[in-house]
């Protein structure tokens, strides 16, 4: 099921463009919710040393990269709420994919139960 999830936000997203018009401003709520959840779920797979605090790099790194993002927008461009309005939508979105991909994360680090 989050297969599907995740392959039907791709999807949407590809169709989203650079406007501050509504298919943009979903366009980073997903990149940011994605990002996010990719790096938690890659850490928490393949990083045992940073296994338990895998969602909070996730998170970061998805911060971290919006913010150097619209850093390079804004000085080409200017236009500070518009820059801002797309930093905030992705780390928005990025919180959101946080909370989901250590939901994910709870239910697979679970002992099963026989």
């Known amino acids: ?11 949407i ?7 501050n018009g ?7 709520f997903i ?11 890659l850490v928490f797979k ?9 969602v909070l790099i996730g998170f970061l790194v998805s911060s971290f990269y919006v913010t ?4 390079i927008d804004y000085v080409k461009d200017g236009e500070f709420l518009n820059q801002l309005l797309d930093f905030s939508v ?11 991909i250590s939901l994910y994360l709870r239910k697979l680090n679970k ?3 026989i």
Do not use: T
Request: proline share 2%.
């Open 90 to 100: 992705h780390i928005i979105g990025a919180i959101i994919g946080a909370y989901l």
């Open 111 to 113: 002992p099963n139960k």
């Open 68 to 71: 150097i993002d619209q850093l």
């Open 1 to 11: 099921m989050y297969k599907n999830i995740f392959i039907g936000l791709l999807v």
């Open 46 to 54: 393949y990083s045992y040393q940073y296994k338990s605090k895998s």
């Open 13 to 19: 997203s590809s169709f989203a463009s650079a406007s």
């Open 22 to 28: 509504f298919k943009s401003e979903l366009s980073h």
């Open 31 to 41: 990149g940011g919710l994605i990002m996010a959840a990719l790096v938690a779920y």
